[in-house]
């Protein structure tokens, strides 16, 4: 949808235009960058404090026990566990797991955005916005015939709004280790992979019964950028932003086009004003979705 113009929004008020695609580009980037820090964290994650018995100084424990059974779950596990450097930091801290579940909540931020964004953008049908079309997963609500609400962009956010209050859990958990040992291991792993199975599940129905089906509703598109008042930046370098500011004061207070406001003030012509108010001129370069980035 990178040649779809769309008008686009900042503080929930009209602004300049951008493309379907390119916004949709911007949702794919933000799951990009959290599955990058996901990855990420699963270094800090891969170092075991077994072999470090009560407090950390390995006491009891067989020569080379720590290094060798490291190995052997790496091995049956295929995941490049390794023994932990410093057992002390292991057995007293599970910064790894605060770590890791902080990139739980990136990801978890990024799809509430997400999910909030499509409902914003698909609600109406005739009242709302209504620039993309969801599909149809519901007959209808309990009284309304025919209603489709957002149910799938619903249950995104409220599976992050969990993950979000996992993550101040997860967080209370990793401050109370105390001295040698941290005790909150079990809660820390239960809220851990909670919200690890989430996202998964929430991500998956969000894909397969609202993602795959979303299509553009282009008359409402079009509708909504042609009566846009922002288009009027375009002619900022050819008249001043204060003449630009008068033309769209006059339109929105007379409830009139950009185009009659402008030239009932004398300030371009009908020529210049078609040449310079393009809006597919205004959406710049196409988004890249290039991971090798």
């Not at 390794?82 to 902080?102: P, Q, S």
């Not at 249950?155 to 996992?166: D, E, F, R, S, Y």
């Not at 979303?214 to 846009?228: G, H, K, M």
């Amino acid at each position: 949808y990178m040649d779809v113009v769309k008008i686009g929004r900042t503080h929930f008020m009209d602004a300049t235009p951008v493309t379907l695609g390119q916004e949709l580009s911007g949702y794919f980037w933000q799951l990009e960058f959290g599955l990058r820090a996901v990855r990420h964290s699963l270094e800090h994650l891969s170092r075991l404090a077994l072999g470090g018995t009560a407090v950390g100084t390995g006491l009891n424990a067989p020569e080379g026990y720590a290094e060798r059974v490291a190995q052997l779950i790496a091995e049956y596990t295929g995941h490049p566990f390794r023994t932990a450097e410093n057992k002390f930091e292991a057995l007293a801290a599970h910064d790894a797991i605060v770590e890791a579940h902080g990139a739980l909540k990136t990801l978890a931020c990024a799809l509430m955005k997400i999910g909030n964004d499509i409902r914003m953008l698909a609600s109406g049908p005739r009242c709302g916005i209504g620039e993309i079309l969801i599909p149809a997963n519901e007959p209808g609500s309990s009284i309304m015939p025919g209603k489709v609400n957002p149910t799938q962009s619903e249950a995104l956010t409220m599976a992050m709004a969990q993950v979000i209050g996992n993550d101040v859990a997860v967080n209370v958990g990793g401050m109370n280790g105390h001295f040698e040992l941290n005790v909150f291991k079990p809660m820390l792993i239960f809220n851990f992979l909670t919200s690890a199975h989430l996202i998964a599940d929430a991500c998956n129905s969000f894909n397969d019964h609202c993602v795959v089906g979303l299509e553009p509703n282009l008359r409402r598109i079009r509708e909504n950028l042609e009566n846009s008042l922002m288009l009027v930046t375009a002619l900022n370098p050819h008249i001043g932003y204060d003449k630009a500011a008068e033309i769209a004061k006059k339109a929105w207070k007379e409830d009139k086009t950009l185009r009659e406001a402008a030239l009932e003030l004398g300030y371009l012509t009908p020529e210049q004003f078609d040449q310079w108010v393009r809006p597919e001129k205004m959406v710049g370069k196409a988004a890249s979705l290039n991971t090798e980035a």
